[in-house]
């Protein structure tokens, strides 16, 4: 294939290391650990490994968005690896698969990570973001990569497809659900709340919207630009049954998406109250880092704080 | 509705349509038959003529409200989850309104979403500017992938929707509520990328879709009884178009007159150009609207305004050929 020549093709000296588990690894981590505590670390470990994944993929091609990238990363995990998402990845096209839609494709990065670690393509194809040619646009498109359910980018498209799944599956008489990750200040979008009249009206309760809630835009935080809050209560008064957790608690994250709906016959909507950068300090909580650019010595003392380094699954070269 | 005169100037006045009957028909006919077909509207039921699908269907009629973004939207993902939607709404508001979602989602993305502009051009004249809709050819011609049709008369938009049903991804079916005659025998079958000849001539050539189809051929037997063979294609497929009858009619005839019911810039007439230019320059007259927007009056009164008439087709064959 393709992406394989583009592979090799790929500066050698950039920081690429194990950043996905191997190919024997690639199973959902609900299957492969034993007890909670167990995959709660393990889903953690793993969001660590995608956040340096996607800060190399950000400095390899000088693009990205590393705040978004790591804000989500524990979502993402727990969506694809935690046992939530019921897709197939040796069938992206599965007829009953659950349907994920990444409304914010910016941060692709963290995406496309989490879908090589799921298997759905070599993670080796990580090395291509957005190089000439790559099927790893800077925003997704499903036409080139497996995994992908919707062209993203622009903000506010997410949510009104999202909710057309849910009808579809309706329509259908078929079991499978409707999940989107939207940003917060993608909300500021209006085509974000018109898609919530349609999930409130029709009774979407195979609707589940997850809000990356970092508090961050591009050029400011959220509520100095156009004040979210009270958010939980926007979404209630939408007609959705909204829970509110700690998005980078992976046993909360688990614990919420497993149980969706939250209330039969309502669309559900949960908030993942998030740290823009988290897991590195240099970059959580500043706008600046919406999408900075980390350096390769930054990348060693993200690898550090993501206690990655002199992990036998990371090789760290320069 | 008892005067005879009034009986007599029925009996003898050609039939009209409204296209709208048979665009609901046929869909209601390809819901019945094949249980992917849905529909999707913003509030305006009536308008869409979709209410006797919503009581046929109603499992499979959305109507998300005035809400055009959340309509393309919805319309992507009822077919990522397999299903064959029909969006449709007033024409101005389905494609302006809703652009980047027509261009992100059904374009880029190649969604398999059918995309029905209702009262396209002028048809809603006296309202005004902000409810015509002649820039909705060149907005949806532009976007990769998209394919865009402008039915004549009820026969091709019945042809045309059950083609829409076969194709894979995303298209424009712009469909007026004026009245028009039929030009196509009921057998007519739609080709995409083909334009029928619905009049043989070889001394100018007429190409002309929607409205316009029937004032064509009017204008082909005026020009008829001056001794000018006009040849009148129907351009309904305006993406792709059909490059072949284009530079034939370069090739074969003394000029092109394109005749459209929107603007020349970026519609037909921008369409046949490109070909031309590129490939046999030839003499041609554009009708349709210059870059203005259209005065208020009845669609008669504003296609009169514009020289979209048979008379105004014949002028501008006329000046093509040389004759007085």
Known sequence: MAWEGRAKG?????????????????????????????????????????????MTMTNHSSLGHTGGDLSSADILTTLYLGGVLR????????????????????????????????????????????????????????????????NTGPLGHGFPIAVGCALAARMRGEGWRAFVLTGDGELQEGSNWEAAMSAQHYGLDNLVVIVDRNRIQQGDFTENTIRMDPLAAKFAAFGFAVEEIDGHDHAALLDRLLRVPFEAGKPSCLIANTIKGKGVSFAENKPAWHH??????????????????????????? | ???????????????????????????EAMAAEDARVCAVVNDSVSSTKLKGFQGKFPER???VGIAEQNMVGVGAGLANGGMVP????????????????VKVDLGYSKWNVKLCGMSSGMAYGELGPTHHSIEDIAWTRVIPNITVIVPADPVETAAAMRY???????????????????????????????APVLHEGDDVTIMANGVMVSRALNAAKLLEAQGVRARVLNMSSIK?????????????????????????????????????????????????????????????????????????????????????
């Open chain 1, 10 to 54: 790929c500066d050698a000296h950039l920081l690429w290391g194990r950043l996905i588990l191997g190919d024997d690894e690639r199973m959902e981590i609900a299957q492969s650990e034993s007890g909670a505590v167990g995959r709660v670390e393990a889903l953690k470990r793993k969001a660590n490994q995608i956040r340096l994944s996607a």
């Open chain 1, 87 to 150: 897709v197939d990845p040796e069938k992206p096209k599965w007829e009953q698969r659950d349907r994920f839609i990444m409304s914010k494709g910016h941060c692709s990065g963290a995406f496309y990570s989490t879908l090589a670690a799921r298997g759905y393509f070599p993670r080796e194809m990580l090395k291509t973001f957005m190089d000439p040619l790559s099927m790893l646009n800077g925003h997704p498109d499903r036409n080139k990569l497996p995994g992908v359910e919707a």
């Open chain 1, 292 to 318: 900075g650019v980390p350096t390769k010595e930054q990348l060693v003392m993200a690898a550090e704080e993501l206690g990655l380094k002199g992990v036998d699954d990371i090789e760290v070269s320069l």
């Open chain 2, 1 to 27: 509705m008892s005067g005879v005169s009034l009986s007599a100037e029925v009996e003898t006045a050609v039939k009209l349509f409204d296209c709208r009957d048979a665009y609901s028909q046929t869909l």
């Open chain 2, 61 to 63: 009629f959305v109507n």
């Open chain 2, 86 to 101: 029909y969006v449709c709404g007033a024409s101005c508001f389905l494609t302006a309104r809703s652009m980047e979602q």
């Open chain 2, 164 to 194: 829409s049903l076969e194709h894979v991804g995303p298209m424009f079916l712009r469909i007026s509520r004026m009245p028009v005659p039929k030009v196509h025998g009921d057998d007519y079958v739609f080709a995409l990328g083909k």
């Open chain 2, 240 to 324: 792709p178009i059909d490059k072949d009858a284009i530079l034939d009619a370069a090739r074969t005839t003394r000029g092109i007159v394109t005749a459209e019911e929107g603007l020349m810039a970026g519609g037909l007439g921008g369409a046949v150009a490109e070909i031309l230019a590129l490939h046999h320059p030839a003499p041609m007259r554009m009708l349709g609207l210059p870059d203005v927007f259209a005065p208020t009056g009845s669609a008669e009164f504003l296609l009169k305004h514009f020289g979209l008439t048979a008379e105004g087709i014949v002028t501008a064959a006329l000046d093509l050929v040389g004759a007085k």
